[in-house]
């Protein structure tokens, strides 16, 4: 391109020409410059946008910069706390593991024991539980009145009482009901033979 320019800026050699020759070579060097001036002009711009190229994409390769310094600098300081970690928390980590280990070895051992012990209050509140509601029926029924222990030992099953009493108050029961209605069969008896032979009390007393 320079040598172009070069060759076009060189004046001709100076001859002996005619006229028309003078004005059609200032013709062509005015076509020649008016080219040189477009084509300068848009080198200019594409320079232009090229620079404003340049800077945006300089000013992209700070940010980036500055990203991956800072990217840099966290995974550095992630390095370090992760470094520490290895030398003053895992060993920490560990020692409490076997702390928790041996705890966890000592309780199974004092398990088996430990569930006996469960085992044995458990059977003590059961029958502690027992002998109180045994003690809350008797009281109950030894606040009940005569005659209700008295129906109930003889007509139902649920009295609190043995075998034994109640087999003997219900043969009580028995022998005092056939007695009397023995002695109800025989006062009904007596009236009715009174009432067929005539005999009035009041007649018979005032005689």
Known sequence: MP?????IWELPEQQPVADA???ITT???????KRVSRQAAQYEFQMRDLETKL???????????????????????NSRRADKALTSQIPEIT?????????????SETLPTIQNQVADIRAVYDSGRNKAQSLVADLTWLNTEFYERWRAIIFTSS???SMRWKVFMRFLFAVTFLVCSWIMWIALLGG????????????????
């Open 3 to 7: 040598a172009k320019l070069a060759n």
């Open 21 to 23: 020759n003078a004005f």
């Open 27 to 33: 013709n062509k060097l005015e076509a020649v410059l």
């Open 55 to 77: 800077a945006e994409n300089l000013s992209n390769f700070r940010a980036i910069d500055s990203l991956l310094q800072e990217a840099f600098s966290v995974l550095r300081r």
């Open 95 to 107: 020692a409490e593991l076997d702390d928790s280990m041996e705890a966890l070895s000592e309780l």
């Open 159 to 161: 009295s609190p009482v």
């Open 192 to 207: 009715y033979r009174a009432y067929r032979h005539k005999l009035v009390w009041g007649e018979r007393l005032m005689s």
